[in-house]
């Protein structure tokens, strides 16, 4: 059974917020602005993506986001016309202060990594390879990427004890999972799940859990999902299943079909057919997030299968659901009836005739 739980989702929903950000705030075009806004005992700084006229969400220089009380242009003060991230140098040295000499902090193209002190090839670029892997995948399937805004941070803690305690900040913390991306955050968080033994660069594709939470973190930071808009769980929880299989994370190396398969999933989902379980639940997973709360085992399972089944046999329509995915309104509503129109408007509206293929194609999978 894998112990990841799913703790995915910004929850933009919650926030309740309204973009009413175009008209100008104290004379300037506050969306492209940078501002400063004092709460408690300090201050804020960052690009402001939302507000009610209550609270305001900020995009911090770092990547992070915040929501913070702005009831008025009194709350906050613009500080510059335009907005630029933190370099991965000033990140580092951010995260050092943070972390303390226990730990190194190392930076690659894409990431900046905290670790266990020891070889940077060892921990730190086994994030950087899954990002070219997964640059290639959807490359070669004429998907391009959009490069990251922000140097992706990535957080391999030295035991389970410092993992737990330092999830505890989160309130859907569980003591289950091995590993934890934060779209609020836009950190990585994991551990050193050797514990001790003799490790290599391989370390990192050996952990499906790693691997799912930093594609996870990938896809959301090249322009896959939207950050600012609530993607559909099937969708962002089906990637990254996907990609634990050696021939999605690592298809020059591994080329069979049968690499592509994640094992574990399709056990799961031969069972729940047998049992007669998954009739009905495409549609219903398409439309809403329920299941996720109510049966999450079978949730994952069928989003495996049919993020496998579409990527095999209906890459085209896909890829093109992804691309129209991303590209939704920045912290609009979406409802259940327009789920189902926009998978509908690339993949089609005949659920009956999907789900009989998808169980075809997956009960022939050994």
Request: charge should be neutral; aromatic fraction near 14%.
């Amino acid at each position: 059974m894998h112990t990841y739980l799913g703790k995915i989702g910004l929850g933009l929903c919650f926030l309740g917020l309204q973009v009413l950000l175009n008209a100008r705030a104290g004379g300037v075009q506050t969306r492209e602005a940078t501002i400063r806004i004092p709460y408690k005992n300090g201050s804020y700084v960052g690009k402001p993506l939302a507000w009610d006229g209550r609270d305001m969400m900020l995009l911090r220089r770092d990547g992070k986001i915040n929501i913070l009380p702005v009831a008025s242009e009194k709350d906050f003060e613009t500080i510059s016309h335009d907005f630029k991230p933190f370099s991965a140098e000033a990140i580092r040295e951010n995260l050092q202060r943070e972390f303390g000499r226990k730990y190194q902090v190392s930076i690659t193209r894409n990431f900046v990594v905290v670790h266990p002190p020891g070889d940077y090839q060892v921990w730190a670029m086994p994030f950087e390879k899954l990002y070219g892997r997964f640059d290639a995948y959807f490359s070669s399937r004429n998907f391009p990427l959009s490069s990251p805004d922000f140097p992706m941070v990535a957080i391999v803690l030295r035991t389970r004890t410092e993992f737990d305690n330092f999830l505890r900040a989160y309130h859907d913390y569980d003591s289950q999972i091995l590993g934890y991306y934060s779209p609020k955050s836009n950190r990585i968080i994991t551990y050193d799940q050797t514990q001790g033994s003799s490790k290599d660069q391989n370390w990192f594709f050996t952990a499906d859990t790693i691997i799912h939470e930093a594609t996870h973190q990938t896809a959301f930071n090249t322009g896959v999902h939207s950050r600012y808009a609530p993607v559909p769980r099937w969708v962002s929880e089906g990637l990254a299943m996907l990609f634990e299989a050696p021939g999605v994370n690592n298809s020059l190396y591994y080329t069979k079909l049968t690499d592509r398969i994640n094992r574990g999933r399709l056990t799961e989902l031969k069972a729940y057919y047998r049992n007669e379980q998954v009739a009905g639940r495409l549609p219903e997973l398409i439309a809403s997030d329920q299941l996720f709360r109510t049966d999450p085992s079978l949730a994952y399972a069928v989003s495996w299968g049919m993020t496998f089944y579409l990527s095999e046999k209906m890459p085209q329509q896909y890829h093109q659901f992804l691309a129209n995915d991303a590209q939704r309104d920045d912290f609009a509503d979406y409802s259940s009836a327009q789920r189902a129109q926009d998978f509908a408007a690339t993949c089609g509206s005949k659920w009956t005739d999907l789900e009989a293929n998808m169980k075809r194609f997956i009960l022939s999978l050994e």
